[in-house]
């Protein structure tokens, strides 16, 4: 029965982190945007507005939940629902620190991979059942987005698994530092798997990953429906897209799904190229930096840090980039980072083949 | 029961549940969510048979892939003829539907005899795989097994298939083809 009662600990304890993040995160957005927009942001909830989001959740708490007269009632109840379950349900197989994985399965990467895409159905069933032009119209781009930047975000995921020949997101993240019971080197030639640190994450392990790594990033900043790919929602032709309807409690989940996925994929970013829980300090002689950073309080600790800078990257790239048209974007997914991730995945077996 | 006993038939209810809602449903749009959580169930029923790697693919290509082109296909369809094809009087004892009725009849007698011929508890094969513990764990990895499996017995079908999937792309691109200008 305790193995029960841990279960559902873990889930509840993942649901807080998601909300609490979300908290942080929009309120962290909304300082980002005015520091590279040159305005202050919110400033007067609170110390320097801090507690401006909590005031927000407060809000939207209140709000009426409104359904549209002629939306299907069904679909639009549930909508808001299985895009962030989807979301929420991709944290089940995600590493956090050595020994410390809500579900330890060995095809942790695929399941993850699997999830996330039952979000577009989300996006479509809201977009069907609002019933609204505009939300139709988002609800499309955003598929048709999620569905293309899917296959460079695959093959780059699959040159990784290549290289580190499991699924097991835990397999991988040990893989990448001085844990592992392989040998890691370093470019193909220096062993430091007694080093670890830096050198030892997967983007150093096999320099074609650096190139797998920027695909991915690009990709999954698709796949969250973010700048410069957020045309499912261009406040300026779609008013916002899928989520035009939602009122109160049934916006915030939306919203919530997309701070969540934020997440999601940049930690799968952090596990399968940047080493995961591992430390970024090496082993210099005597001064063993990297033995005394593993461990599952570190660990923690260093997939937080690792994954906020991931996510401080995609806000920057928010508010600094315009919006791509819908052809340059599919340009870009079909012509440019497809057959690039097509390269990686050959050079990736190659170099498992006769490198490593 | 244990928990898999119970977690089988709330997964084999659900999927009937969900199918027969499908089958029976005159909002085609509804129909294709219900299906989804059929395809859920479904997958739910392959974890449980242990065939982890086969339900998380059933999510990724039916739930990803069919059931999004679907509702593109619905989408891209005006609201008035999706209503003319909802608005379609269904007389289930009509004589369209006789051969259907006939059909459908045969099956199951056939499907209830194959259920009481079958008596998979005593399968010699089962048996034997039970004596020499030739079986398989819910710990153990299925992918390993799978792929060698893939690479030598079942290669031809695998490449046969590669090639359909192959041909049906290169068909794609050549629709979607501006017409050159002569």
Redesign the interface.
Known sequence: MAFYIIYILVAVGVFAFVAVFTLFGVYAERKVSAFIQDRLGPTETGKFGTLQTLADIVKLLQKELIIPAAA?K??FILAPIIIFVAVYMGFAALPWAPGLVPSN???GL??T???I??E??GI??A??GSNNKFS?LG??RS?AQI?SY?IPAGFALISVVMISQT??LQGVAIQQGILSAEKIKFLGVWDVSHIGGLLAWNIFQAPHLIVAFVIYFIASLAESNRAPFDIPEAESELVSGFHTEYTGLRFAFVFLAEYSMMFLVSMIAVILFLGAWNTPLPNIGVVKLADWTTNAAWGIVWTLLKTLGLIGVQMWIRWTLPRLRIDHLLNLCWKVLTPLAFACMIISGIWRLWVM | MNMVQVMFYLMAAIALGSALYVAASKNLVRSVFMFFITLFALAGLYVLSLADFVAVTQVVVYVGGILVLILFAFMLSGRESLAGLQQRQNHILSVHNLPAFLLATLFLVVLVNIILMAKVDNLPWLKQAAEQRNIIQPTDGTIQNLGINLMTNYLLPFEAISILLLMALVGAAHLSRKEEAL
């Open positions: 299907d069904w679909l399965t060995n095809i695929y399941y991979f699997a999830i895409s039952i577009t159905l479509l069933m977009g069907w139709i609800a499309m598929a569905i899917e699924l097991d």
